[in-house]
């Protein structure tokens, strides 16, 4: 794993491998777990669609939560993002 | 006897039946073999032609034919509520209370949309996802003297993904004709980071919505309708004012193939492989259409693309062979048209790697739609084209 961007501090309360899902596959998956998450609560996207490193980042400014860190796996990135309201 | 069971009779199932009992001919005039189709109204319902209740003077009465009208001969059909698949026995029970075996399975059990996922759905929000939906659109527009109009979408995945943004178009394009396109605007609400989903076609899009002055709220998932105050509101923290709000509602896969286990990821969607469409790892059922998990359009247009490969498929394991290596695997191919209004349209034609390149708006896309429209009861179901 290399990390390209942010601190990503604490461990992930929820995984979510959208590996293999297209856009806006990843992304409708983080919304749906950010809608069932706690404020506070750190979670993992698992994603193989490259456009998932803008849409996500992207939405996360607009929605107001914080972009904790992107890792790079074997081919996916794995995208942190904590609830913050 | 090798027993073939389709569950419903939408395009996918009737065109994998028809298929089947042409390839399957030899076997089942031999009593080797059966086809049945299950369908719960005995009716085929030709869905894209909603919108065109609103928006073309279409009529529901049109838009349906008996299913047995549309079958082979050979395919016996048993009209029926398909509540329970018993894997471990290989039926498909009945709400009469009656089971019907299988050998190979096809579920063609399309998609349901649920507007009371979402509170004030139904009083607040228009739809043209059925014909009586589509006919209180017309009412509300008939009644729209200027205003506001928001057009979204409250959940993704849903059915025919341009949608939403052909209704825009066909509304605002209407509000020209009638004089209100002053006293009006219309709003677009897209719930991802763009107009939609496939770039290239977003950005044949976007500067369509830019030259008609229809206003692109991207990244606006709907999340609750304030009745009181006549606003939505998204997950993101907007909120837009309406006048008429046009919403398409959530959608989830068959209840059926949920409560029987087949389906257990939320949404209801059956894990579908995208190229042999077997579902999970079972070597005997198939999904098609709106039913499955695939990342591409909830749109007659793939279950007719993907029908071929079932058929091929099934029609293989019956006669104890290898499927045609080029027949027998899906490469998503889909096709569909696009209006853009004013009498003009386009064409989207895709697969899993090639992305459409929609050509420029024009008149002979929109009339090849309403052709599409009125020769598909004598072409599509029959596994015609």
Known sequence: ?85 | MERVLIVGGGVGGTIVANLLSRKLKREIDSGQASVTLVDALGNHVYQPGFMYITFGSEREEKLQRPERSLLDQRVELVVGRATRIDEAARTVELDSGASLGYDHLVLATGCRIVPDEIEHFNEEAHHFYTADAARALRKALDAFTGGQIVIGIAGMPYKCPPAPLEVSFLIEAELRRRGLRDKSTVHFCSPIGRAFTIESVSDMATPVLEEKGIELHTFFNVETIDASRKVVQSLEGEELPYDLLVLVPPHRGAQLVIDSGLAPAQGGWLPTDPHTLLVGDRPNVYALGDATNLPLSKAGSTAHFEAPIVAERVAAAVQGREPHAKHGNYTGRVMCFFEIGDGKGTLLRFDYDHPPRPPRPNRVWHLGKVLFNKAYWHTVPRGRV
């Open chain 1, 1 to 85: 794993m290399t990390l390209t961007h942010g601190t990503i501090e604490g461990t992930p309360a929820r995984v979510i491998d959208a590996r293999g899902s297209f856009c806006p596959g990843p992304l409708m998956e983080l919304i749906r777990a950010i809608r069932e998450a706690q404020v506070g609560e750190l979670i993992v996207v698992q994603s193989s669609d490259r456009g998932s490193r803008v849409d996500i980042p992207k939405w996360v400014e607009k929605a107001g939560h914080r972009l904790a860190g992107i890792e790079q796996g074997d081919g996916f990135d794995m995208i942190y993002v904590e609830k913050l309201h």
